[in-house]
Antibody, heavy 119, light 110 residues
Framework: QLQLQESGSGLVKPSQTLSLTCAVS??????????WSWIRQPPGKGLEWIGY???????YYNPSLKSRVTISVDRSKNQFSLKLSSVTAADTAVYYC???????????WGQGTMVTVSS | QSALTQPASVSGSPGQSITISCTGT?????????VSWYQQHPGKAPKLMIY???NRPSGVSNRFSGSKSGNTASLTISGLQAEDEADYYC??????????FGGGTKLTVL
């Protein structure tokens, strides 16, 4: 059973770069046909898709965040990462990693990690 | 890309059926059969309940069903149970984003 676990800094200063990692267990991040996503949820609000990376390395980003987002894969560690630059208080949210594996939807989710942007 | 439109809240009594709508455009809900629904309990990660408009992942109760007509998708929960009380989000593939979520619907079981 594939499992995902987020980790990273819970507090980031304004204008700095948010960095998170999602460890994949129970399967390989190189599995064909899978994609690996980041999704966030501001406190008390709805979900926002940030972007994803395919097993091939191709990336797709939300146009509203594209200029600040980088998603990458580290196959040697079986994990993928999110970097979001020039953060503001509006980037404060619970950040989830998720994957599309056996379906065309986000069928596996991590537990989420809260990131607060504050000086 | 604007979020898909969902009612802020719906409610129903145990045993009843409820339907949550998700309205988009021909560029998302109406143009693709990649509509999915997620259930989220407080403090928990979302859980996939329906994918590709009407398909249930393994392990999801058959009390949950999905459909689509034009630019509006719907999630129906029959035989409402107390454990169904949660937030529900729809999502769709779009021609621009490529994924967008609805604003979420809070389901209250009376």
């Amino acid at each position: 059973q594939l499992q995902l676990q987020e980790s990273g800094s819970g507090l980031v200063k304004p204008s700095q770069t948010l960095s998170l990692t999602c460890a994949v267990s129970g399967g390989s991040i190189s599995s064909g046909g899978y994609s690996w996503s980041w999704i966030r949820q501001p406190p008390g609000k709805g979900l926002e898709w940030i972007g994803y990376i395919y097993h091939s390395g191709s990336t797709y980003y939300n146009p509203s965040l594209k200029s600040r987002v980088t998603i990458s894969v580290d196959r040697s560690k079986n994990q993928f990462s999110l970097k979001l630059s020039s953060v503001t208080a509006a980037d404060t949210a619970v950040y989830y990693c998720a994957s599309r594996t056996v379906t065309t939807a986000f069928d596996i989710w991590g537990q989420g990690t809260m990131v607060t942007v504050s000086s | 890309q604007s979020a898909l439109t969902q009612p802020a809240s719906v409610s129903g009594s145990p045993g009843q059926s409820i339907t949550i709508s998700c309205t988009g455009t021909s560029s998302d809900v109406g143009g693709y059969n990649y509509v999915s629904w997620y259930q989220q309990h407080p403090g928990k990660a979302p859980k996939l309940m329906i994918y590709e408009v009407s398909n249930r992942p393994s392990g999801v109760s058959n009390r949950f069903s999905g459909s689509k007509s034009g630019n509006t998708a719907s999630l129906t929960i029959s035989g409402l149970q107390a454990e169904d009380e949660a937030d529900y989000y729809c999502s769709s593939y779009t021609s621009s984003s490529p994924w967008v979520f609805g604003g979420g619907t809070k389901l209250t079981v009376l």
